[in-house]
């Protein structure tokens, strides 16, 4: 647990580092474009990913249906690791290249959906596994059934 706590603050250290280089004004130069890799980033890689959920057998989905299991995956495959892109770029001194800053500006808008979407998809599960046990609890106690 303290070790989780530790990875955790130097991750922050490492983005906060990072904030502190990117050049404001190209990114804003460069704002759409950096907001099409940023959609091809993520709409690609959950496209393979929703299409292997689909694909794969129902022994891996669990107790949840496909569609919640295939978002699942595509949602996977779609996240991002900025602190491994930008401390591989900081190692190798190429922070301050245009094609870095790009980089790590989609990186960042992919982040963003990338915390938003698991708790969508969560949610989406939830909500399937808590009406099914609802349906399952309304067939068990004979709610429904017509009363002579």
């Known amino acids: ?78 996240v991002s690791a900025i602190p491994v892109i930008a401390k591989t770029l900081m190692d190798m001194n190429l922070l301050h290249r245009n094609v870095s800053q790009l980089t790590l500006t989609a990186g960042m808008i992919d982040d963003a959906f990338g915390w938003v979407l698991p708790s969508v998809v969560t949610a989406m599960a939830t909500a399937e596994e808590e009406a099914r046990l609802l349906t399952y609890g309304l067939r068990s106690s004979g709610a429904g059934d017509d009363v002579r």
């Open 1 to 78: 647990m303290l070790l989780l706590f530790f990875v955790q603050v130097a991750a922050l250290l490492l983005l906060a580092l990072l904030l502190g280089r990117l050049a404001v004004r190209l990114i804003r130069r460069q704002g759409a474009t950096a907001a099409r890799v940023s959609a091809s980033g993520l709409l690609i890689p959950m496209a393979f990913g929703i299409g292997a959920g689909l694909v794969l057998p129902a022994e891996f989905r669990g107790t949840g249906g496909p569609a919640v299991f295939a978002l699942f995956l595509g949602v996977a495959m779609c």
